[in-house]
């Protein structure tokens, strides 16, 4: 019997995979879902009781450790644990020393997207003991073609090496086509002379995308960079710089969309020279406005207020309470572009009553600790939501990536 956890975009068609080659599975999902011809559990642990093989296709680490913890008080002795999810060998060696020694543990992520799932055709990278990997082997055959790496955290190493080159080359790819066309190269052009390279099959991968036609979300971008945090490492100059590309195209908005949307990103940023960023850390604007805007390593924050996620006011009357909450807003926002107040140039303040301003000094002395950067305090009659006593905003310089 087999226990599968995670029923994402990639988990369902994988699911529904082992379910058609015969197997007798057990599905569970954090939101529920159904795969046809599975038995749904109400819980990790009720999944994974008596299962031989328990599968995780989940999204990151922490989501990882939290479901299989959440799965361990049914976790039977023998079983082995295949982790398909992209987490490096960081984690998988974290899993290791997690789970119950009589538990066995292979990782095996993969390469393809949700078709190849669909269809059988994914190339799943395997790593673990050799007895572990032989419990496992035929059933990592259902997915695609298993290419064992090693031992314990190879396959999950060779995964984010292989996503450190594919991921910066559709950057790069990205930069290449907005660099073309501020010369003078016709996109098309370009794509048509690089079909005939080594580059040729990822130049037509990408072409829908630099025409303007989106197509399904094979890869998400929100994944990618994700990936390419996993990956981070003093040799990756390369990939660093194409993980802080894909954290802009992310703080965008362009998260949930296929990683080909970066090529739109690095055109709009191509043409204005500005980028707006809209971090998910803070409450959604009104639309009429972004969080912050950077242009170059200038980073210019909105006027933050304490508003909740809808839309009211919080500490009203308070002005300590709503001070704070502005100074945290503030630092998600500059921590979305890796800057801290330190990197701030100057603060300016609007109060509805300066007789308050004690206790916003107080508060704002917790967050800026170091030499204060130029300030503007304004008393204002009113701001634009009664009930608010402060609203601050920020210029901050983005640090250079060593």
């Given at each position: ?22 197997h007798e599975v057990t599905v569970w999902n954090r939101t529920p879902r ?306 801290t107040f330190d990197d701030v140039t ?57």
């Amino acid at each position: 019997m087999i226990a599968f956890l995670g029923l994402g975009r990639m988990g369902a068609p994988m699911a529904r995979r082992l379910v058609e080659a015969g197997h007798e599975v057990t599905v569970w999902n954090r939101t529920p879902r159904t795969v046809e011809g599975a038995a749904v559990a109400a819980s990790p642990a009720e999944a994974v009781a008596g299962s031989d093989l328990v599968v995780t296709v989940l999204r990151d680490p922490a989501a990882v450790m939290r479901v299989l913890a959440d799965a361990a008080p049914g976790l039977r002795a023998g079983a082995v644990v295949v982790e398909m999810s992209t987490i490096g060998p960081a984690a998988v060696a974290e899993l290791r020393d997690r789970l119950p020694a009589q538990v066995g543990l292979v990782d095996a992520p993969v390469l393809g997207g949700v078709g190849p799932a669909r269809d059988g055709t994914l190339t799943v990278l395997a790593g673990g003991r050799s007895e572990d990997l032989a419990r496992c082997r035929e059933v990592l055959g259902v997915f695609g073609t298993v290419r064992e790496a090693g031992g314990p955290g190879a396959g999950a190493a060779l995964k984010l090496a292989v996503m450190s080159a594919l991921v910066p080359a559709q950057v790069l790819l990205a930069e290449t086509v907005a660099y073309g066309e501020a010369i003078g190269v016709q996109a098309g052009t370009l794509l048509d002379v690089l079909g005939g390279t080594p580059l040729g099959a990822l130049a037509e991968r990408v072409r829908p995308a630099v025409q303007g036609r989106p197509g399904e979300r094979r890869y998400g971008l929100d994944l990618a960079a994700k990936d390419l945090a996993l990956a981070a490492h003093p040799l990756q100059t390369l990939a660093a710089a194409a993980a802080d590309r894909l954290g802009g195209a992310v703080s965008a908005g362009l998260g949930d969309a296929d990683l080909t949307a970066v090529f739109g990103h690095v055109a709009a940023g191509r043409r204005t020279g500005v980028r707006k960023i809209d971090p998910a850390s803070v409450p959604a604007t009104n639309g009429l406005y972004s969080h912050a805007a950077r242009s170059g390593n200038l980073l210019f924050v909105s006027g933050q207020v304490a508003l909740d996620h809808d839309g009211k006011v919080v500490g009203e009357g308070d002005m300590t309470r709503q001070a704070e909450l502005v100074m945290e807003y503030l630092a998600r926002v500059l921590a979305d572009q890796g800057c801290t107040f330190d990197d701030v140039t100057h603060i300016r303040t609007f109060v509805t009553d300066m007789s308050l301003l004690p206790e916003y000094a107080a508060v704002r002395r917790r967050y800026i600790t170091g030499a204060p950067p130029a300030s503007t305090t304004v008393e204002v009659s009113r701001l634009f939501r009664p009930g608010l006593l402060i609203e601050v905003e920020v210029t901050a310089v983005v640090p250079a990536v060593s």
